[in-house]
């Protein structure tokens, strides 16, 4: 059992003012058996109101609208939480593909998390599904195996990948980080037809050293009859532990984002992300990451440069 407190700020700054910026954000942390959240506290830019509800996948989602005119826009969130991922332990469970089926029958959103995305490389899925041997094996172990392998012939890459890039694109190069890593986990899991969830949250660092520690991370839960929801790593081949923090779960990146949305205007748009991760015994942890966002398109970037070519003509004027 574990205690942190984390500080999630995301900040994003235009280089001419904006307007009508909506957005939607998941960084309430998820409350469940092995999560108790203690605290936690939102602070957003001119101070909007929130309005808060929850989604298919159980997840609280705030929804968000700032009219007025601005060049920066700041999400900060404070967490306390306690998490206890021993209370669930992964090697007891021997249940089959064949009472998942069961289990399925039951139950529509199983079903949803059951199938796999229609990709073009879906033959090296079905190749590495192959070489791993998938015949008279609990789903524990499929899990763990599939995880083994994506830990040990994909290789761990920072600033390779963007949050646009395809899981087809990551199956030929088998380069990347957690959240790449956990959609061909989804995708080999599914296609068994194991119902698997991708999740979005934190990995506290600790003395071992983990991938991906300090900072928002992804991982893969699947659904086991016996112990419900179990938490998988791929990035570092590990069952989850009271270092993983879960923020919220879904089919995949795009349900989860933890801060999304749009505005009017035209200008060049930046966003940084800092997460800082605070012990019980005093240790402290930060990160700070510059994102890659979406290129912009040619007909913007025109626009941006005659704007930027006015701008300057004016001041060379007065």
């Known amino acids: 059992m574990a205690v942190f407190k984390i500080v999630h700020i995301t ?15 998941r960084l309430y942390p998820y409350n469940f058996a092995n999560q108790d959240v203690l605290q936690f506290q939102l602070s957003i830019t001119n101070n909007p109101e929130v309005a808060v509800s929850t989604d298919n996948f159980g997840n609280q989602v705030g929804n968000f609208s700032t009219l007025e005119s601005h060049t920066e826009l700041v999400i900060e969130s ?3 939480v306690r998490v206890n991922h021993s209370l669930k332990i992964p ?13 399925k029958e039951k139950s529509i959103a199983l079903l949803r998390y059951s199938y796999p995305d229609v990709i073009t490389k879906q033959n090296i899925i079905d190749e590495i599904l192959d070489e791993i041997g998938t015949e008279d094996k609990s789903i524990v172990m499929l899990a763990q195996e599939c995880s083994s392998y994506i830990y040990n012939r994909f290789t761990y890459s920072k600033g390779i990948t963007t949050i646009y890039t395809t899981l087809d694109e990551i199956l030929v190069t088998r380069e990347g980080v ?25 990995i506290c660092p600790n003395k071992v050293g983990l991938r991906g520690e300090g900072a928002t991370h992804a991982w893969v839960e699947i659904y086991s009859p016996t112990q419900g929801w179990l938490g998988i790593d791929p990035t570092n ?7 993983h923090v879960k923020l919220s779960v879904g089919l995949n990146f795009a349900d989860c984002s933890p801060v999304k949305g749009t505005f009017k205007g035209i200008a060049v748009q ?12 005093g240790r402290h942890f930060e990160e700070f990451n510059d994102v890659q966002l979406e290129e912009i398109p040619e007909d913007v970037k025109a626009q941006l440069e005659y704007i930027e070519q006015a701008r300057q003509q004016h001041i060379q004027q007065q």
Not at 96 to 101: F, P, R, V, Y
Not at 270 to 281: A, W
């Open 11 to 25: 900040k994003y700054q235009y280089n001419w003012p904006i307007k009508e910026s909506v957005n939607e954000i």
């Open 78 to 80: 404070r967490i306390v």
């Open 91 to 103: 090697e007891i469970d021997h249940d089959t593909l064949e009472d998942l089926t069961k289990e």
């Open 178 to 202: 957690c959240q790449d890593f956990a959609h061909v986990l989804l995708q080999l899991m599914r296609t068994k037809g194991i119902p698997a969830r991708y999740v979005s949250g934190y």
């Open 237 to 243: 081949n590990i069952w989850t532990m009271d270092n």
């Open 270 to 281: 930046s966003l940084s992300v800092f997460v800082s991760i605070g012990y019980e015994d």
